[in-house]
Every structure is written in structure tokens, then in C-alpha cells.
């Protein structure tokens, strides 16, 4: 009765000896459920009435619009249709939920179930029914293809052992055949979350990335020219005819090294170039000092992959999902399907990587713990989720975005006479701004972190370890270079004054002799 839209005609007179069914009709004659939309005309009246049912026993009657003659019906109300019928009259439907989304006042700081406690608090204030859970269940609920049965809340859903889900279900084409979906309460995206790694990257390049590419331009810019401007200016000054580019520059380096000169110029114009390049040169050490430390104490950690794909190549980590979810039964759902598709080989290659089904968590918490005790273990989750929960994870975590966008929302059973008006407020709730309120994390506690300043490690300070012995490898290996070829030098001219000498001393003993 729910399908078409209808339109009565009561087309007799009722006597003294018949019952008006048009006026007062006797219990529910036509079936009609709540989503009903009949309209009746009674007999000799001009008034179109509107016939539901909200419980099933009696019929419902609403006076809509009356007939005014040449200017047609006229509507006695400016009401849409589940604006008429937003009164349950206090009816009890039954609920199932999951054992880790409770709504009491214990788990007030889940955001999830702090969520569906509001909406559902809203609702039933608003539309006068009530919930009584009659099953909490283990999981969401997987499909059996073998069977063609549903477990868990679905399970309880699809075989009409419940009308209404408070649970965070994900919304799939294959969940949406069996069972209703309200609007999405919660849209997240999908994440792989591992264990942070312990040891921050190495920043190689940090100590350049304290300036961007033109900085560093403009300085070695400025250490190349001011060694030219020197001499032309020494040469001016001091009226040298030549003067020794190595020296200045050996100068100008050293004033960018915080060295002192060896003699300052007695010019007054040397002097005011020395010290604009003494002042710039502690301007710029300044600022390089500041931009480094903040590289050098931001940690920075680095991940084993970047990517969903860069995770499943590496193949050390065991992929797990909350057991009974929609990840694990659309990824195993899909990596059984024979079809030669994208989708198909990408989830044979996740179920590769994935524990067995017996080992997945069975709630959203117990998965963050695998993470933190197991060693390569990656948790894929919706972020909702994991913030649902981020006071209670025991260790901290790094995530990687898989692209994956993901509703959650509550369920019914299959064409429940009130999915329909539960979305119609929903709506209302989104367009009022109540939803926004309801979403809002402000009122939620926070979770409140003592920050600990740790010393910075030995592996952190690594790159100036290495440019330092670098630096004592090039100047010893430059010493060793300077002393043998001194000392070559040395043997050579030594050679060259010792020869004439003795060839001296010969010819005087030669013509000592002739004498």
C-alpha cells in the first residue's frame, strides 16, 4: 500500500442501518501504513480528506483541502507531507547496535557515539517514538554467499529481528539491497594508520632549506663581488698598484665565519665597507641560525610508503580492518569476484597482506592496540572512527590517506514505512543549522598532553657530524698535500743552491794543486 499514490471514492449513502465507513472507518481496512499517500472523497462532501495509519490498528485522519466550486480545491494547510505526520505517537522500535558504540554517559568523550546519541535524541523528541535495543552484536555484519544471510546487525536487520540500527554503518551497494540507509551522519576519509616511526629522518638538506634557492644567490653573489670591490677600492685608497684577490677573499670568507681581521685599514672608507660587511654577515648568520634550529627540532618522520599502492609493493606490513566491516566484506567480496578488474586484482592484492579473519579486531580499539604492541602491523579505519576513540590508543600514530571517501549512517529495515520521514528531518536538521551544533567537537573533552621537551639525539644532528668530519678529512688531507709539496720544494732548492757551491770548492782545490 505503500508504492502508489491513491485516490478513494465513497460513492454511496449511508441509511440509518449501515455504518459510514468514509467518516468514521473501523479499524485499519485498507492496511495502510505510515508512508501511505491516499486520498478519499467521501459522498455528497466537499471536503478531500488524507488516510494513514501510525501503528497499524486504526486509521489516521487528516482534513487537507476543500472543494471551493469554480476555484477548485482549496488547501486548508501549508504543511508538507511528513510536517503532517511527524507524531509517532510514542511507537517503540526495536533497535540493535554494536557492543563498542555505546551511548551512555562512560563513553561520552566518543565522538561517534556522542553524535548518534544527539541525533537520536533529536529525532525522538521531535518525531515522539522510542528505541528499545532488544541485541548488541559483535560486528556490522558480513555477507555469506554460500547462505545468502547476513551477519551481525545486519543480520538482524534483514530478517526483520530489528527495525532500527544505532551503529556506524558504512554505506555499500551491496548493504543498500537488504536494508535502508538514513542521509549520512558522518563523512570520513579512509586511512591506513601505523605505529609512528621512533627515529626522525635525517635531514640532509635541512641546512640548506633554511634559505630558499635566491638567498642563497645573493650571498655567495656578495662573497664573490666584495673582494673585487676591496681591491679596486684599496687600490684607490692605499694607491697600490696591485693587489692580492686571493687575500680578500680569504678576508671577506673569514667575516662570514665570524673571524676577525688581521689588520684593519686606516682609510675611512675601508673601514665603512668593512663594517657593512661585518654587519650584513651577522644579519645573515642570525637569521640562518634561527631558520635552523627551527628545521633542526621539528621532527620529521620517515614513513616506509607514502601511498596505498607504496604499501602494498613493500609487503612487511599485515593489513587489518574491524572484523565483520564493510572494508573487510567489500575487499573480500571484490578479491573473490573472477572478473579480470582494476578493483578486482587490487583487492586480491590487499587480501594477500591481510590477517586471517580470525585474528582481525573485533572492536575499533583492539585494532589501534594490535598496531602498538605488534611490530608492521597497519590499521585501516575511517578517521572518524579513530578519532572516536583517540584518548584510548596507547601509542602515537602516523596515517596515510587512501583516497577512500566513506558515509556512515543508520539503518532500517527494508522499505521501513519511516525511512522516509527520518530522512525529511534529517534534512531539516542539515538545513537549520542543528546538524552543524550536533557536529561540532568544541563540547567534546579534549585529550589534554603534557608536553615533554626531549634533548635532540646523536642520528639528529648526523649531517653537521658528517660536514665536520668532512671538513678535518679536507684539511688534514690538504695539510699532508701542503707539507710534501713544501717539502719537495725545499729538496729542490736546496739542490740548486748545494751544486754550484761544491762545484766552487772543487775548482779552488784544482787550482790549489796546479800551484
Not at 38 to 58: F, P
Not at 279 to 296: E, K, R
Not at 361 to 376: A, N
Not at 469 to 480: E, P
Amino acid at each position: 500500500m505503500s508504492y502508489p499514490v491513491w485516490f478513494v471514492l465513497f460513492l454511496y449513502t449511508p441509511d440509518n442501518s449501515t455504518h459510514d465507513h468514509c467518516r468514521e472507518p473501523i479499524g485499519n481496512p485498507f492496511n495502510l501504513a505510515f508512508d501511505t499517500q491516499m486520498l478519499v472523497l467521501c459522498h455528497n462532501e466537499a471536503i478531500l480528506r488524507e488516510w494513514y495509519s501510525v501503528k497499524g490498528d486504526t486509521v489516521k485522519i487528516f482534513d487537507l483541502a476543500v472543494w471551493g466550486g469554480d476555484e477548485g480545491f482549496i488547501l486548508l494547510t501549508n504543511l508538507s507531507l511528513y510536517d503532517r505526520r511527524k507524531d509517532m505517537e510514542g511507537i517503540v522500535l526495536r533497535a540493535v547496535t554494536v557492543k563498542d558504540l555505546s551511548l551512555s554517559s562512560t563513553f561520552a568523550g566518543n565522538y561517534v557515539a556522542s553524535m548518534y546519541g544527539k541525533v537520536l535524541e533529536e529525532l525522538t523528541y521531535s518525531l515522539n517514538f522510542t528505541l528499545k535495543i532488544v541485541s548488541e552484536m559483535d560486528e556490522h555484519g558480513l555477507w555469506n554467499s554460500n547462505t545468502n544471510t547476513w551477519s551481525g546487525v545486519m543480520g538482524e536487520i534483514a530478517s526483520n529481528r530489528a527495525d532500527f540500527a544505532i551503529a556506524d554503518m558504512s554505506m555499500t551497494s551491496l548493504r543498500v539491497r537488504h536494508v535502508d540507509f538514513t542521509l549520512p551522519l558522518i563523512i570520513s576519509r579512509n586511512s591506513l594508520y601505523i605505529k609512528e616511526p621512533a627515529i626522525c629522518g635525517v635531514k640532509w638538506l635541512g641546512y640548506f632549506q633554511t634559505f630558499n634557492s635566491r638567498t642563497w644567490g645573493t650571498i655567495v653573489t656578495l662573497i664573490a663581488i666584495a673582494p673585487l670591490l676591496l681591491a679596486f677600492m684599496k687600490t684607490i685608497c692605499e694607491s697600490r698598484n696591485a693587489v692580492d684577490l686571493i687575500e680578500n677573499f680569504i678576508s671577506i670568507w673569514g667575516i662570514f665565519c665570524q673571524q676577525a681581521l688581521i689588520e684593519f685599514p686606516k682609510s675611512s672608507s675601508l673601514r665603512v665597507a668593512y663594517f657593512t660587511i661585518f654587519l650584513t654577515a651577522v644579519l645573515i648568520a642570525a637569521h640562518y641560525s634561527a631558520a635552523l634550529v627551527g628545521f633542526l627540532t621539528s621532527c620529521t618522520r620517515v614513513l616506509p610508503f607514502q601511498t596505498l599502492d607504496e604499501f602494498i609493493e613493500d609487503g612487511t606490513y599485515k593489513l587489518i580492518v574491524p572484523r565483520g566491516s564493510a572494508d573487510y566484506d567489500v575487499i573480500s567480496h571484490q578479491a573473490k569476484n573472477n572478473a579480470s578488474t582494476q578493483a578486482s586484482a587490487f583487492s586480491a592484492s590487499l587480501m594477500k597482506i591481510m590477517k586471517d579473519e580470525y585474528r582481525l579486531p573485533r572492536d575499533l580499539i583492539d585494532g589501534f592496540v594490535q598496531v602498538c604492541k605488534e611490530k608492521r602491523v597497519a590499521y585501516m579505519v575511517l578517521s572518524a572512527l579513530k578519532k572516536s576513540v583517540e584518548i584510548k590508543i596507547p601509542c602515537k600514530l602516523s596515517s596515510i590517506s587512501t583516497e577512500r571517501i566513506d558515509n556512515l549512517g543508520l539503518i532500517l529495515s527494508k522499505n521501513s514505512p519511516y525511512t522516509s520521514l527520518i530522512n525529511y528531518h534529517l534534512q531539516k536538521f542539515l538545513d537549520n543549522g542543528i546538524m552543524t551544533r550536533l557536529r561540532d567537537t568544541r563540547f567534546l573533552p579534549q585529550l589534554t598532553e603534557n608536553k615533554v621537551y626531549k634533548p635532540v639525539r646523536m642520528v639528529s644532528v648526523v649531517p653537521i657530524l658528517a660536514i665536520l668530519c668532512g671538513g678535518f678529512i679536507i684539511s688534514i688531507a690538504i695539510l699532508i698535500i701542503e707539507k710534501i709539496y713544501y717539502r719537495l720544494r725545499r729538496r729542490k732548492f736546496q739542490s740548486r743552491t748545494f751544486y754550484p757551491a761544491k762545484m766552487l770548492f772543487i775548482k779552488n782545490h784544482y787550482n790549489s794543486d796546479k800551484t
